[in-house]
């Protein structure tokens, strides 16, 4: 035979293969009518793992076995997404544990953040919320948490990610530990670092440079043109500023805002000294109560698979065939499982959303833990 008709053979081959696999996922339809009406759940882990070693039984080679057992997985993650949707369409929901509201509370609040007065999270503060709202300042960002929690805050701002240094990893491992709060609003700072120190200092008597470890990576260009400079972390931006006006010390210098070489009295030696002068922190505000407003866009997730090849892979399917669009995803250390990671990912879409209610039915039924962390 030659290669046009071998296709031919092929092109003949493949209708089958379409028809045989309309008929089959009608089958699972009325699978999901049946579940609907029994109770049971979407995803039955011992008939699906009974059905692959059926399959890959009926084959002789490795690689055909291996092969069948990949082309099955696929069949039956279309399955389950086919039953969710019929599910979803009988009225099955997904509870989120959140409410809609018309709008944030942003005027009379009590609004905590990291650092001292001049932080880039203060700035961010400020700019989020009403200037009658009662901003204070906290040491760390789990102090922060801690305030909401108590109800001593309405809300707490913290930083999440930056354009240039990425996720502020401790933050997310934070959200987990306080699950009865939830993020419920964002906001985008553009972050430029200030060199400043004390009046009659100069770039060339500087010794040592202080700052948060975020912004020290964000201006790492400059540590390493004037390797003569130590750079030095501290807890927060205002802070270092702070520091270096409370010393003596003309040798020692900070990167902080604009507005924290105001508010401290210092002198600023260079501007935007952030090699990347788009440099942009997204800083999330958590709230105490589980709601979301009605024109919320972006919903945040955090979720764990089991340990075993493909399960991140269908996990995320159900996002593709929902159409929802992945913004984000991060992957951090599980402290109590070695080298054994759980995700962070942020998704566009409302709680309310059919779409959404969809994917998560298919994604709960797929993953060993969910948290949504807040819709904003």
């Known amino acids: 035979m030659n290669l046009l008709e071998i296709r031919d053979k ?34 039955d882990p011992v008939r699906e793992a009974q059905k692959l070693d059926s399959v890959s039984a009926m084959v002789k080679t490795d690689f055909d076995k291996q092969a069948v057992r990949e082309l099955y997985q696929q069949l039956m993650t279309l399955s389950r997404r086919l039953q969710f949707e019929i599910m ?80 502020v990893s401790d933050n997310f491992d934070l959200l987990l530990e306080y699950p009865e709060l939830a993020i419920v609003a964002e906001t985008d700072l553009k972050v430029d670092h200030m060199l400043m120190a004390r009046e009659g200092a100069s770039l060339d008597s500087l010794r040592k440079v202080y700052s948060h470890p975020q912004a020290l990576g964000q201006c790492s260009q400059f540590f390493r043109n004037h390797p ?26 900070a990167l902080a805002s604009e507005q924290a070489a105001e508010l401290y009295g210092l002198t600023i030696l260079e501007r935007s000294v952030n090699q990347d002068k788009n440099n942009t922190t997204r800083f999330i505000i958590v709230g105490a109560e589980k709601i979301f ?66 994917a998560l039915n298919g994604v709960e039924d797929q993953i060993t833990e969910l948290r949504i962390l807040g819709c904003y």
Not at 23 to 34: F, H, I, N, P, S
Not at 107 to 118: D, F, I, K, L, T
């Open 88 to 167: 979803t369409e009988y009225g099955k929901t997904f509870d989120t544990g959140y409410r809609k509201v018309d709008r944030l509370k942003t005027s009379g609040c009590r609004v905590a953040y990291q650092g001292v007065e001049g932080a880039f999270a203060h700035l961010a503060a400020v700019r989020s919320f009403h200037r009658d709202c009662g901003f204070y300042n906290v040491r760390t960002w789990r102090d922060a948490m801690e305030e909401v929690k108590s109800g001593r805050a309405d809300y707490a701002v913290l930083p999440i990610e930056n354009s240039s240094h990425g996720a």
């Open 293 to 358: 407003q009605k024109d919320a866009h972006k919903i945040s997730l955090c979720f764990e698979t089991a340990h075993q090849p493909g399960a991140l892979y269908n996990v995320l399917g159900n996002f593709i065939f929902n159409n929802v669009n992945m913004i984000m995803i991060q992957s951090r250390p599980i402290p109590e499982k070695t080298f054994e990671y759980r995700f962070f990912a942020d998704i566009e879409g409302r709680l309310d959303d059919t779409n959404i209610i969809n």
């Open 228 to 253: 003569e400079i130590e750079a030095v972390p501290t807890i927060n931006t205002a802070v270092a500023a702070k520091l270096v006006a409370d010393s003596e010390d003309r040798t020692l210098g």
């Open 10 to 43: 092929l092109d003949v081959i493949d209708r089958e293969i379409v028809e045989l696999y309309q008929k089959r996922m009608e089958l699972c339809g009325e699978v999901a009518r049946d579940k609907i009406r029994t109770g049971k759940k979407v995803f």
